[in-house]
């Protein structure tokens, strides 16, 4: 979990090890993050911008999309037989998956 609180005292940045003097700290994994410092391992994204959640594993810090693509779950959808990736929403029913185009009624199509 990612949260954004004032600065009282400087603190030391787990990603650059200077002090963080700026007016906003990140704090995430026990540890204090300058805004700028605290990116995903594979896109590179500010994970302050993106949300309050933060993946990790395999000693990588992740954003949501991107923990997925290597960690996540890829099935096929019930509907249409075609691939379905780890980040992409889904509708489930009982033990199958869907598109969200593909979940429609069997007796309207709607």
């Given amino acids: 979990m990612l949260s954004v609180?004032?600065?009282t005292k400087p603190k030391g940045c787990a990603g650059c090890n200077r002090k963080i003097k700026d007016r906003y700290l990140l704090k995430?994994?026990?540890k204090y993050w300058h805004e700028d410092c605290l990116k995903c391992a594979?896109?590179?994204c500010r994970l302050g911008e993106v949300g309050s959640t933060?993946?990790?594993k395999a000693n990588?810090?992740?954003?949501?999309r991107d923990?997925?693509?290597?960690?996540?779950?890829?099935?096929?959808?019930?509907a249409c037989s075609k691939l379905i990736p780890a980040f992409e929403m889904v509708m489930r029913a009982k033990d199958n998956v869907y598109h969200l185009d593909c979940?429609?009624?069997q007796l309207c199509n709607q």
Wanted: charge should be negative; aromatic fraction near 12%; include cysteine.
């Fill in 5 to 7: 609180q004032p600065d």
């Fill in 28 to 30: 995430a994994l026990d």
């Fill in 42 to 44: 594979c896109c590179d």
């Fill in 54 to 56: 933060l993946y990790t």
């Fill in 60 to 64: 990588l810090i992740l954003c949501r």
């Fill in 67 to 78: 923990y997925l693509r290597l960690f996540g779950v890829t099935g096929n959808c019930a």
């Fill in 103 to 105: 979940f429609a009624c």
